[in-house]
């Protein structure tokens, strides 16, 4: 992989853990009296965010390099993984509905500010990432719109577009007027995402895009065991 391949990766998850930061359900406050305008618009400043980070402009990123042209050539390959190494990442998820993420290109596990981004890049392009909030979970979390406001644990899926676990009409669920869209449950067998080893498993999990209300429904395995750039 070349320096300036390696620079546009980490341009990308940059951009993506600060999105993921700017949906953090701390700062609004969610109950059955909100109003539908109020929860559809964070649900929708949610996604917004990670969605201008996965199609913005290019961020410049200083790479350290004077003009006169340093040869960083033994610096590159020294970040890459041992002939003997295992995989950083195993992904054994299956995707359908409204989303088609691919891994298939490099992956990168990144963690910043208690989120944990696993994403594949193609050349200068994210072909799909998986975006944890989760610190302190275990055993098994029964998923839906409640439970990410209550307990503000994030599980967004980004492939052009997002989609996450709170419901587009969080309202409506709230008074009962539509059943809740968010569904499943994620066993946690470990979750040491500081240091960038998980083990997930996901049953019949579903989420929805707060834009245009598709859903993206998951199952199988998510196991890492290093932070890896």
Known sequence: MNFIST???ISW???LLLAIACGDDDSVTLDGGASDS???????????SIEDATTGDAMT???GVDDAGEDVGAEDSGGEEDAGSPPAAEIGLSFSGGCAPMFDGDISIVYSGGNLGISSVSGAGLTGSIQ???DGASGTIALSSMHRVDSGQVVNVIAGTTWSNLAMDYAGVVSGTIEDPIQGSIVVNEYAASEGRIDLEFVGVQLQNPGDGSLCSIEGTLVTSRLEI
């Open 132 to 134: 944890l909030s989760m």
């Open 13 to 15: 998850l940059l951009l």
């Open 38 to 48: 109020s929860v559809e618009d964070a649900a929708a400043e949610d996604a917004s």
């Open 61 to 63: 990123v200083d790479s």
């Open 7 to 9: 620079w546009s990766r």
